[in-house]
């Protein structure tokens, strides 16, 4: 009998809040019988800021995220072959801004290097069950995240495209973007993928997830603490968007997918003795750490933080 995996995928949802007048976020998440995919986008305010009078005076940002997504969705809906995963999925999102540059109208009116036109950047997880274990691909551009989430917490698959900084110091040096996508096609799709054992969770975030806590931990600890909090799905993303929501500077976009815990309430007790040490040995003492603590803490943190399952170095952090 040929595995189904809607009967192993636990839920999927995503979280989405925005700031006012902005609204630059995205996200595209489904699942058939065979693999699912979840999939974030930021549109890049700064580098996307013109606006365009025949797409309703909408920023290039707003428009890109919402045309990264369709390309997204577009190519899930058509994928048949995971070894041209990566090449067909920039296709597919090259096509959409495409049609988006079609009906722009005029020309590209803003200049100078920090300008692209339609940028925005990506997080996609796309798993799907082969021989009894999942292949867990990890495709991004930019700066939104992929997690997976196991046993031993949160580990940073993607690798942020930012020169020089980790995941701690990009929290205050706010480090150059130098690669998005965009409409001059200028861009690459990186892909890490993992063979991973259900349970597991898959997440994805857009950096008004993660960007304004002090420390990588915080993270982690809201997903962990919202989860044993609630009672079920529905309370648990609304638990989500009102801790992000407090902390946040940015909109924000989290998708999250669970596989192989077979309820709820097996989910939490999963995660539950991780988010106690996680509450206890780093959030406990964040108040009144100095710089010098919250380094140490970090280079704790981070050796299973930037660790793939498996023991193998997700490549940053070092």
């Given at each position: 009998m040929k595995?189904?995996?809607i009967?192993?995928l ?13 609204g630059?976020?995205?996200y595209?998440?489904?699942?058939n ?16 800021a013109?606006?365009?009078k025949?797409?309703?005076n909408k920023k290039g940002a707003?428009?890109a ?6 390309g ?20 597919y ?12 109208g005029?020309?590209f ?7 692209r036109k339609?940028?925005?950047t990506?997080s996609?997880v796309i ?7 999942f ?5 991004w ?17 993607t690798?942020d495209d ?7 110091t ?18 690459v ?5 993992i ?6 969770m898959?997440?994805?975030?857009t950096?008004?997830?993660f960007?304004?806590?002090k ?7 809201s997903i962990?603490?919202t ?6 799905v529905n309370d648990w ?10 902390f ?6 989290v998708c999250?997918a669970a596989v192989?815990?077979g309820s709820f309430?097996?989910?939490?007790t ?8 996680i509450?206890?040995?780093y959030?406990t003492?964040?108040d009144?750490?100095?710089d010098k603590?919250i380094?140490?803490m970090?280079n704790?943190?981070k050796?299973q933080y930037?660790t793939?399952?498996?023991g193998v ?5 070092n």
């Amino acid at each position: 009998m040929k595995n189904n995996l809607i009967d192993k995928l636990d839920l999927q949802f995503c979280v989405y809040g925005e700031m006012e007048n902005s609204g630059e976020d995205s996200y595209y998440y489904s699942a058939n019988e065979d693999k699912y995919v979840s999939a974030v986008f930021d549109g890049c305010g700064g580098l996307g800021a013109q606006k365009y009078k025949e797409l309703n005076n909408k920023k290039g940002a707003y428009i890109a995220s919402r045309a990264a997504s369709a390309g997204v969705e577009a190519w899930f809906n058509e994928y048949c072959d995971r070894r041209a995963r990566k090449n067909d999925i920039k296709k597919y999102i090259d096509m959409c801004l495409a049609e988006c540059n079609k009906y722009s109208g005029s020309a590209f009116e803003l200049k100078g290097s920090m300008v692209r036109k339609f940028p925005t950047t990506m997080s996609a997880v796309i798993a799907e069950e082969s021989g009894g274990k999942f292949d867990v691909s990890y495709m991004w551009s930019g700066d939104s995240r992929g997690y997976l989430f196991d046993e031993n917490g949160a580990h940073q698959i993607t690798d942020d495209d930012i020169d020089g900084e980790d995941a701690l110091t990009n929290l205050t040096n706010d480090g150059v973007l130098n690669n998005v996508i965009s409409f001059d096609g200028n861009y690459v799709v990186h892909e890490k993928v993992i063979k991973r054992q259900a349970p597991f969770m898959t997440v994805t975030a857009t950096d008004g997830c993660f960007g304004y806590y002090k420390t990588p931990m915080e993270f982690e600890f809201s997903i962990l603490y919202t989860l044993s909090l609630a009672e079920n799905v529905n309370d648990w993303k609304e638990k989500i968007n009102d801790f992000i929501s407090r902390f946040t500077g940015d909109d924000y976009t989290v998708c999250i997918a669970a596989v192989g815990f077979g309820s709820f309430q097996k989910l939490k007790t999963f995660y539950k003795r991780r988010m106690e040490k996680i509450y206890d040995r780093y959030i406990t003492k964040l108040d009144d750490a100095d710089d010098k603590d919250i380094m140490s803490m970090w280079n704790e943190y981070k050796k299973q933080y930037y660790t793939m399952p498996g023991g193998v170095h997700s490549g940053t952090g070092n």
